[in-house]
């Protein structure tokens, strides 16, 4: 870090969301404190996605939203995390909100004349109630996720987003042929498909960005066409796909429905 002494945080996501990078949190906390920088991570794309041990790398915050891999329901709630050393330091710069008071004196005189008695660590941070659907639909799928581990999840993962990258890597024009013609007609496709995600399992989740050499927004259309929702980034030709270990199956593969949206381009 060769602005590191000049810098007073660091603040990175857990992964990449366009790449599906995933990053060395660990690492990069420890040359973080080496500096007396402070370290955050938006954990959007890493959260439900895979292991995280934040407190044994001395993560100091993060944050993240719960819709993506932990399944909330669209707009669900978010969740914050403040490392445990942290608990009691009430001088950290925070928005207040007399939900941060605690619990047992909320309603006491005190908190209505603004001096607040704050809880100590994350809720310390809160700034009013909780909206009561959005904790619902984000138990609801905590309860799903209680019924195995991440580790578990993870070894799936690895399995099956490896068999994923092995049957793109074995995709070629030539085996790309367009079964929407008649056999005497049948032509090859011209499409071609790059991963830009890491083949390193140690330096990805789930997710395979994929670089096409068609229109992106061409093959989510046909995607869509198949029952098949895919997001396609526009601006940069990439599309992400994602088999998630918490409900897919090895027969349930992306790929399935990528060949004949490819050999239409």
Same mark, same amino acid.
């Given at each position: 870090?060769?602005?590191?002494?000049?810098?007073?945080?660091? *603040?990175?996501?857990?992964?990449?969301?366009?790449?599906?990078?995933?990053?060395?949190?660990?690492?990069?906390? %420890?040359?973080?404190?080496?500096?007396?920088?402070?370290?955050?991570?938006?954990?959007?794309?890493?959260?439900?996605?895979?292991?995280?041990?934040?407190?044994?790398?001395?993560?100091?915050?993060?944050?993240?939203?719960?819709?993506? *891999?932990?399944?909330?329901?669209?707009?669900?709630?978010? @969740?914050?995390?403040?490392? %445990?050393?942290?608990?009691?330091?009430?001088?950290?710069? &925070?928005?207040?909100?007399?939900?941060?008071?605690?619990?047992?004196?909320?309603?006491?005189?005190?908190?209505?004349?603004?001096?607040?008695?704050?809880?100590? @660590?994350?809720?310390?941070?809160?700034?009013?109630?909780?909206?009561?659907?959005?904790?619902?639909?984000?138990?609801?799928?905590?309860?799903?996720?209680?019924?195995?581990?991440?580790?578990?999840?993870? %070894?799936?993962?690895?399995?099956?987003?490896? *068999? *994923?990258?092995?049957?793109?890597?074995?995709?070629?024009?030539?085996?790309?042929?367009?079964?929407?013609?008649?056999?005497?007609?049948?032509?090859?496709?011209?499409?071609?498909?790059?991963?830009?995600?890491?083949?390193?399992?140690?330096? &990805?989740?789930?997710?395979?960005?994929?670089?096409?050499?068609?229109? @992106? %927004?061409?093959?989510?259309?046909?995607?869509?066409?198949?029952?098949?929702?895919?997001?396609?980034?526009?601006?940069?030709?990439?599309?992400?796909?994602?088999?998630?270990?918490?409900?897919?199956?090895?027969?349930?593969?992306?790929?399935?429905?990528?060949?004949?949206?490819?050999?239409?381009?």
């Amino acid at each position: 870090m060769e602005e590191g002494d000049s810098i007073a945080l660091v *603040y990175i996501p857990g992964i990449q969301y366009l790449t599906g990078q995933a990053f060395d949190l660990k690492a990069i906390t %420890e040359a973080a404190h080496s500096k007396g920088c402070y370290m955050g991570t938006d954990l959007a794309h890493a959260i439900g996605n895979i292991e995280l041990h934040l407190t044994d790398w001395g993560v100091d915050f993060a944050c993240w939203c719960n819709y993506k *891999y932990v399944c909330s329901s669209p707009a669900g709630i978010a @969740g914050f995390y403040l490392h %445990e050393k942290h608990a009691y330091n009430f001088d950290l710069p &925070r928005m207040m909100g007399w939900w941060a008071h605690k619990r047992n004196k909320r309603f006491d005189r005190p908190t209505l004349n603004n001096r607040l008695d704050m809880q100590p @660590g994350a809720v310390g941070f809160t700034m009013t109630t909780t909206p009561c659907l959005d904790i619902v639909t984000l138990i609801a799928s905590l309860n799903v996720f209680k019924l195995t581990d991440m580790k578990t999840l993870r %070894e799936k993962s690895r399995l099956l987003t490896g *068999y *994923y990258e092995l049957l793109l890597k074995n995709l070629s024009s030539d085996n790309l042929e367009s079964d929407q013609e008649p056999k005497a007609k049948k032509k090859k496709s011209t499409a071609t498909v790059k991963i830009i995600t890491p083949s390193d399992p140690d330096q &990805r989740g789930c997710c395979l960005a994929l670089k096409m050499s068609c229109s @992106g %927004e061409e093959v989510c259309k046909r995607m869509l066409q198949r029952g098949i929702t895919m997001q396609c980034h526009s601006d940069t030709g990439v599309t992400r796909t994602t088999p998630s270990p918490l409900y897919n199956t090895f027969s349930e593969h992306p790929l399935h429905f990528t060949i004949p949206s490819l050999i239409m381009c």
